[in-house]
């Protein structure tokens, strides 16, 4: 549920505290699975929406809209319940000493989830846990329809048209290089997202795995526009008179908003029609495995040789990016563990790049997806490289 929040969620700071509070409670899921394991022997289960909890069946989610306040009191019942629910445990083996590893248990585990009275009701009977009907990963719902941008970005023009910036040797480069890497972030943290609300039946690991990714990303996200933001005097000083991003500096000094990005935002929509397996293979596979070298080239060149401090963060997001490459290779080889099936998978989903890409051309655009397709097949062109989140080239 924090993972579909955060979808919902517009700044990218509020974000990053969202996915903070996820990796929390899967974190603190973690702890409970290991010591039920350790002390009654309970088999790592797979994991699944409850029938109750299933977002579009709870109805927090209606044709890919996403009720925000249901959502977060949905949330908060949750969290209360749970903590009333450790409570008890903890007051029903307090003077049992046979079950002193469970009293202890759960007075280490109630502080993720506040203080409760155990007085006060709890808003439902204790729920049995979610029993896949099959052992095959499936995919649970579609996530939502959109996800907004951060109010400091504003549509401008379209990936079909122009190259959004690279980076460079010059602030000029890369400052409009780095608030567009900002926003790619946060699509690589909306993938986690996307990956741990649609899909049922994987083991704890694999949403473990995608939790921390999506707080890594948001991370990203914010320390690359905070640095190009930091940047901004330095830039409009460098800048020659009459340049356009001057009147865009401007403006989001005065007004918080008008660093220009492409009108397809940050590609979103085609993160949504993507599958698990071209996720993981058009992000992870071919876009988080270069990007640490070219990394290494940044954080080595003259330009942040000057500013150690973003050459500092940046050797972060490097070392969080090698992490993210292998969690997409280990689930790939998961989901297709024979390695004729993997190769096939991984060619077929760069042949889907370009179409998945259009999705959010045609979301944002004026034409429809199947004009646009059209068009590319008659000019026998496909559409600008366009930077991922992690500074590698997504065709």
């Known amino acids: 549920m924090h993972a579909l929040r955060l979808l919902t969620e517009k700044s990218l700071e509020d974000r990053l505290g969202i996915a903070a509070s996820a990796v929390a409670y899967f974190d603190g899921a973690s702890e409970v699975g290991g010591f039920l394991s350790r002390y009654a022997g309970t088999p790592a289960p797979l994991i699944a929406w409850r029938e109750e909890d299933h977002p579009e069946k709870a109805g927090l989610m209606s044709a890919g809209e996403v009720d925000k306040l249901l959502l977060e009191q949905r949330i908060e019942r949750?969290?209360?319940?749970?903590?009333?629910?450790l409570a008890e445990v903890g007051e029903a083996t307090r003077a049992v000493e046979v079950l002193?590893?469970?009293?202890?248990?759960?007075?280490?585990?109630?502080?993720?989830?506040g203080p409760a009275d155990v007085r006060e009701p709890r808003s439902e009977q204790l729920p049995e846990a979610a029993r896949p009907a099959?052992?095959?990963?499936?995919?649970?719902?579609?996530?939502?329809?959109?996800?907004?941008?951060?109010?400091?970005?504003?549509?401008?023009?379209?990936?079909?048209?122009?190259?959004?910036?690279?980076?460079?040797?010059?602030?000029?480069?890369?400052?409009?290089?780095?608030?567009?890497?900002?926003?790619?972030?946060?699509?690589?943290?909306e993938l986690a997202a996307l990956c741990l609300i649609e899909c049922d039946n994987l083991p704890?690991?694999?949403?473990?795995?995608?939790?921390?990714?999506?707080?890594?990303?948001?991370?990203?996200?914010?320390?690359?526009?905070?640095?190009?933001?930091?940047?901004?005097?330095?830039?409009?000083?460098?800048l020659p008179a009459g340049h356009p991003l001057h009147d865009d500096i401007r403006a989001f000094r005065?007004?918080?908003?008008?660093?220009?990005?492409?009108?397809?935002?940050?590609?979103?929509?085609?993160?949504?029609?993507?599958?698990?397996?071209?996720?993981?293979?058009?992000m992870h596979h071919d876009t988080e495995t270069p990007a640490v070298a070219a990394l290494e080239e940044q954080i080595n060149s003259t330009l942040w040789a000057r500013r150690p401090q973003i050459a500092a963060g940046i050797t972060i997001v490097q070392m969080d990016e090698r992490t993210h490459a292998r969690l997409g290779h280990r689930w790939l080889k998961h989901l297709l563990p024979d390695r004729?099936?993997?190769e096939e998978a991984?060619?077929?989903?760069?042949?889907?790049?370009?179409?998945?890409?259009?999705?959010?051309?045609?979301?944002h655009g004026q034409q429809p997806y199947a004009a646009l397709v059209s068009q590319l097949l008659a000019k026998k062109r496909r559409p600008q490289r366009v930077p991922t989140g992690t500074g590698a080239e997504l065709d």
């Open 346 to 363: 991984i060619q077929n989903a760069r042949l889907m790049r370009t179409m998945l890409l259009l999705t959010s051309c045609a979301h």
């Open 204 to 238: 704890l690991p694999f949403y473990l795995d995608f939790a921390k990714q999506m707080w890594d990303e948001a991370r990203h996200a914010v320390f690359y526009l905070n640095a190009a933001v930091s940047l901004l005097p330095d830039l409009a000083a460098e």
């Open 78 to 85: 949750g969290r209360r319940d749970a903590s009333i629910t």
């Open 134 to 189: 099959s052992r095959t990963p499936t995919k649970a719902l579609q996530g939502p329809q959109s996800a907004p941008l951060d109010p400091a970005f504003r549509r401008t023009y379209s990936i079909l048209d122009s190259d959004p910036p690279k980076y460079g040797d010059t602030l000029q480069d890369t400052v409009p290089h780095m608030w567009v890497l900002a926003s790619r972030e946060a699509l690589a943290a």
């Open 254 to 282: 005065e007004e918080g908003t008008g660093l220009p990005v492409p009108r397809e935002g940050n590609l979103y929509e085609a993160m949504l029609n993507a599958t698990l397996i071209e996720r993981l293979v058009i």
């Open 100 to 113: 002193a590893p469970w009293h202890d248990f759960a007075r280490r585990t109630s502080a993720l989830f």
């Open 340 to 342: 004729h099936e993997l």
